[in-house]
């Protein structure tokens, strides 16, 4: 009942941009970290999260963008927002 | 003009997505009484989080099982419960996410609905009234100078 989350991907050298648009809920795990497993974790040194699009956030999504930025932290990469 | 308290009732299904039915109900109220924008979207998230918890915690996301929102306007406070058919909550303090914790997973990503619950309304309480019924009341108030202006509905 939840409208799906899309998610699309922008390399541009050592920065990626997330682009999230829709509803960021409890069911949108897998598309959002998977988002995050197609990034390079050898080349990508900042990843951006633009979140202007998304129309829904709420806890369970809070949730999934702190286990991203987990991996992140994990993966030493730097993870900076916008929107 | 009639003098009784106006009440509206929902009944949702036990699934994600719905909770959205009882934000948009509560915007249209909240706007009726008179409150700002703010306020109003501070209402929408608590009101969303306590549906969600229904839905999850208390119903298990059974679709047999229904959650009950009704929102009661008094003069000056609009006042939401939500009810499920769990046996609610054992603690009614919800801790503070300490968000460094989180990052470094010290503490569950999730577990914030009632953190902000709590933060985003006037009042939060979350009543068991038994085995299978339980329900969380809300209620923000109109600012006191909102309230000299504000017109009987």
Redesign the interface.
Known sequence: MTPPTKVTLDNEGALAVLRFQGDITSASKDVVLGAYEQVSKDHVQNILLDFSKVSYLNSSGIALVIQMLMEANRSGQNCRFSG | MSTHTPAVELRLPS????E?VAMSTAASLADLMGFEADRIEDLK?AI??AC?NAMEHGNHFNDLLLVFVTFTMEDNTLEVRVRDCGSGVKNANPHKPD?ER????EEE?????MF?IKSLVDEAEWVRNGPEDSYTRLAIHLPAVLQEGSGSL
């Open positions: 699934r994600l997505g719905f959205k998230t969303s989080e969600i968000m989180k990052l470094h997973g990503a999730r577990g914030m609905g902000l």
